[in-house]
């Protein structure tokens, strides 16, 4: 009888032993994110980017985007995340900030853009005709001189 009693307490050390060394995870369908592009075309794959919780200082997650410029992650607490992203292209730096209103039940409830990226067209438009009318002006002012 102790011969089958050590046996099984030599079976139950192996396998705690091996479940200790192990590697476990678990596949949910939560969580939050958001594709970062330079246009549509081109994504803002491998930028360096950072995720602030609500009042956080230090951030709470770190990391590059993947090959199609996805940031992905887990809030645990409601309020408005901030991710940054730093970005390098063939054109120079670009950052984002983009801010994300995380409600009770942890899924997204609203996303803020800058003015700028939701107002890039006319932006663009006032700014060439601006171009356009100092061209214009500093031409006229040519012919009278």
Same mark, same amino acid.
């Given at each position: 009888m102790s011969k089958i009693l050590y &046996? +099984? *307490? =030599?079976? !139950? !050390? +192996?396998? /705690?032993?091996?479940q200790a060394h192990s590697i476990h995870y678990q596949v949910e369908n939560k969580g939050i994110s958001a594709? +970062?592009?330079?246009? &549509?075309?081109? $994504?803002?794959?491998?930028?360096g980017y950072e995720i602030f919780g609500p009042g956080d200082k230090i951030p709470h997650q770190k990391g590059r985007t993947d090959k199609?410029? #996805?940031? /992905? #992650?887990? $809030?645990?607490? &409601?309020?408005?995340w901030i991710i940054k992203v730093f970005g390098e292209s063939d054109h120079g730096y670009h950052g984002a900030q983009i801010e994300v209103n995380v409600d009770e039940g942890m899924f997204m409830e609203s996303f803020k853009k800058p003015l700028a990226a939701t107002h890039t067209k006319l932006i663009i438009g006032i700014? !060439? *005709?601006?171009? +356009? #009318?100092g061209? *214009?002006? =500093? #031409? %006229?002012?040519? %012919?009278?001189i």
């Open positions: &046996a +099984i *307490m =030599l079976v !139950l !050390l +192996i396998y /705690s032993g091996a594709r +970062i592009f330079y246009s &549509a075309n081109d $994504p803002a794959s491998y930028s199609n410029g #996805f940031v /992905s #992650f887990l $809030p645990d607490r &409601a309020g408005t700014g !060439l *005709m601006g171009w +356009i #009318f061209a *214009m002006a =500093l #031409f %006229k002012r040519r %012919k009278d």
